[in-house]
C-alpha cells in the first residue's frame, strides 16, 4: 500500500477545502468561500484569518500570462559557484532577489549550486541578461543554460485534500 503525502500537516478537512478552494480562486469571497467549504460565514472567516496569521497563506498576487506580456521564452540556467561558503551564498541570494528576469533560485544539492529559472522575450534577451547579469552575480565561476522547449505544467497549484 502506497503512503500518501500530507501536505497540510495537522489541518482539519475544512481548512484544507478552504485552501484548496483559494488556490482555485483566490478572489472569491468569504460568502462564497464559505458555501464552497460547507460552513456559515463567520466560521470560515476566522478559519481563513488564522491561516493567513499561521503562515499558510502567504499572500495574494495576480497571475500574469507570459505570452500576452511577451515573455514567454523560459531558460533554465545551472549555476555553479567559486566559493559556497554562507558568506558568499549570502551574498549570491541577495543579488539574485534583485535581477527581475529571475523568476526562481533553488539551491541544488548535486553537480552544480543553483538552478535558475530565467524568464525573457527572446533569446536575444537572455543572451544579454546572462552576460550582464547573471554571470557578473557573486561568486559565479561557471553557467550552463537549458531552454525550455514546451511548459507543460507551472506552479504549484493543486493540492491532495488526502490525509
Known amino acids: 500500500m502506497a503512503t500518501e503525502i500530507n501536505f497540510f500537516g495537522e489541518l482539519d478537512q475544512f481548512d484544507k477545502k478552504i485552501l484548496e478552494a483559494l488556490v482555485e480562486d483566490g478572489r472569491m469571497s468569504i460568502t462564497?468561500?464559505?458555501a464552497r467549504v460547507g460552513l456559515s460565514k463567520t466560521p470560515c472567516q476566522i478559519r481563513f484569518r488564522r491561516l493567513i496569521s499561521?503562515?499558510?497563506?502567504?499572500?495574494?498576487r495576480a497571475i500574469l500570462n507570459?505570452?500576452?506580456m511577451q515573455l514567454d521564452h523560459v531558460a533554465f540556467v545551472e549555476?555553479?559557484?567559486s566559493d559556497t561558503r554562507e558568506e558568499a551564498l549570502r551574498s549570491f541570494n541577495d543579488a539574485v532577489r534583485k535581477v527581475r528576469e529571475i523568476e526562481e533560485c533553488?539551491?541544488?544539492?548535486?553537480?552544480?549550486d543553483y538552478l535558475?529559472?530565467?524568464r525573457t522575450r527572446d533569446i536575444g534577451r537572455y543572451r544579454r541578461v546572462l552576460g550582464e547579469?547573471?554571470?557578473t552575480l557573486p561568486h559565479v565561476a561557471s553557467t550552463s543554460t537549458n531552454p525550455a522547449?514546451?511548459?507543460?505544467?507551472?506552479g504549484w497549484n493543486r493540492f491532495s485534500s488526502v490525509g
Open 133 to 135: 547579469k547573471i554571470s
Open 54 to 60: 499561521e503562515g499558510y497563506i502567504e499572500g495574494f
Open 149 to 154: 522547449m514546451e511548459t507543460v505544467k507551472e
Open 116 to 118: 535558475l529559472k530565467v
Open 79 to 81: 549555476v555553479k559557484l
Open 106 to 112: 533553488h539551491m541544488i544539492a548535486g553537480r552544480f
Open 32 to 34: 462564497d468561500l464559505a
Open 66 to 68: 507570459p505570452t500576452k
